[in-house]
């Protein structure tokens, strides 16, 4: 069974840097694509970034792109996005994803095809 652990939430002042990691277990991790979603409060749940197994390719929300960093240590199971210049809007719970099927060494699956999350980690930034 496939277990994702979240950790790197916290409080920061808007400007400012975390980094987020998921950790996961229970499958050959280097064989699939990940991805990270978040949850802001009273709205749905956003696809963020993914990552290819191969980490050749990557994916952003325009809303993030060239502020958040989505990579992946396949040695270590381990799957990281960097967040810089936080703003409040930044402000949700953020959730490690895995894709129920193996995927090619490029590919990165449609957002919808993410079954598996993690337990979130809550991420605060205040203005």
């Known amino acids: 069974q496939v277990q994702l652990v979240e950790s790197g939430g916290g409080l920061v002042q808007a400007g400012g840097s975390l980094r987020l990691s998921c950790t996961a277990s229970g499958r050959t991790f280097s064989s699939y694509a990940m991805g990270w979603f978040r949850q802001a409060p009273g709205k749905e749940r956003e696809f963020v970034a993914a990552i290819s197994r191969s980490s050749g390719s990557t994916y952003y929300v325009p809303s993030v792109k060239g502020r958040f960093t989505i990579s992946r240590d396949n040695a270590r199971n381990t799957v990281f996005l960097q967040m810089n210049s936080l703003n409040p809007d930044d402000t949700a719970v953020y959730y490690c994803?895995?894709?129920?099927?193996?995927?090619?060494?490029?590919?990165?699956?449609?957002?919808?095809?993410?079954?598996?999350w993690g337990q979130g980690t809550q991420v605060t930034v205040s203005s």
């Open positions: 994803a895995a894709p129920s099927r193996v995927s090619s060494f490029w590919e990165i699956p449609p957002t919808t095809e993410y079954p598996y």
